[in-house]
């Protein structure tokens, strides 16, 4: 049971990216999937989460409308975080993770806490 995080990279300021996260060995059908970052130097955030019947219930002031999550259509294994309008402040390590709520993307938990937590992909914005 693991989560894997894809599409991250280098990218201009202005511009946009589409992450993935792979489900392997569960379903994300019945459970919470989000998003984190974490910067250097800085604390983890959330930026999103969806619950699992598809409502937007935690949005992070990070994302301050630029960012969206989506389960894929078909696939029951696989979310998405499309990002626009990136700038400099976006750069950081991007995390997929899945659990029964979105209570915990609100304020401070181990990781151990979740679900399931995703190995991260780094986004590094720059021109």
């Known amino acids: 049971v693991q989560l894997q995080a894809f599409g991250g990279g280098l990218v201009q300021p202005g511009g946009s990216l589409r992450l993935s996260c792979t489900a392997s060995?569960?379903?994300?059908?019945?459970?919470?999937i989000g998003w984190f970052r974490q910067a250097p130097g800085k604390e983890r955030e959330g930026l999103l989460c969806?619950?699992?019947?598809?409502?937007?219930?935690?949005t992070g002031d990070a994302t301050k409308g630029r960012f969206t999550i989506s389960r894929d259509n078909v696939r029951d294994d696989v979310m998405y975080l499309q990002m626009s309008n990136l700038n400099s402040d976006d750069t950081a390590v991007y995390y997929c993770a899945t659990d029964i709520w979105c209570d915990r993307w609100s304020g401070y938990h181990s990781t151990a806490a979740f679900h399931t937590w995703g190995q991260g992909t780094q986004v590094t914005v720059s021109s």
């Open positions: 969806m619950s699992s019947r598809n409502f937007v219930e935690y």
């Open positions: 060995g569960f379903s994300l059908s019945h459970l919470a």
